[in-house]
């Protein structure tokens, strides 16, 4: 959005959260076309990574840089429920498998396991592309480093949580209870 827009709107999400899920499907198309087409709000996502499926897709959603990083965090949403069922599919034989692995090499295992590489080919992620992706270390760190501000600095409860003007919204997790409040704070 509107990088000098009156009313600066951070959200932490996490790409395993269902209230995350429905608040992408439900709420994100009318704060878009409401708001950040108009150049009132702006927004800022961050990822807030809660598990190692969670981590696997941020690094996937991040692959390719910012321009496609918004579309592709609401194409996981809409699959989140694809991604849910192969999830629940994982054995503790799996399980041992993937934490037996190198660190670099975990989240490619979990990404053909659950069919996130899959995913990422169709959004046009190449396999060596991804496979560098998922084994980024920077990448991993800065997804550590923003759980880790969340948690200690900006104390969220969870996701999604919304920070207005910088400013942590208490108990604001659907578009009902958000847009009032873009709407005082100038949008």
Not at 112 to 120: I, P, R, W
Not at 150 to 175: C, E, M, R, V, Y
Request: proline fraction near 6%; charged fraction near 20%; include cysteine.
């Amino acid at each position: 959005g509107n990088p000098n827009a009156p009313v600066k709107l951070v959200e932490y999400l996490s790409l395993t959260c269902p209230h995350c899920g429905e608040f992408a499907k439900t709420a994100f198309p009318q704060l878009r076309d409401k708001y950040i087409e108009k150049g009132t709000v702006s927004l800022e996502v961050r990822n807030y990574v809660r598990d190692p499926i969670d981590v696997t897709a941020s690094l996937i959603t991040r692959c390719n840089g910012a321009a496609p990083f918004l579309p592709l965090t609401e194409q996981m949403f809409e699959n989140q429920e694809a991604l849910f069922e192969k999830a629940q599919k994982l054995t503790p034989a799996d399980q041992q498998r993937i934490g037996a692995l190198p660190p670099n090499q975990q989240y490619g295992a979990i990404a053909t396991l659950v069919g996130l590489d899959e995913f990422a080919r169709q959004h046009g992620i190449a396999d060596a592309k991804l496979k560098t992706c998922l084994a980024d270390k920077a990448e991993l760190d800065q997804l550590v480093s923003m759980q880790k501000v969340a948690n200690d600095q900006i104390k969220i409860q969870g996701t999604p949580s919304f920070l207005i003007n910088g400013k942590l919204l208490d108990a604001t997790a659907t578009w009902e209870l958000l847009e009032p409040q873009l709407i005082a704070a100038g949008a």
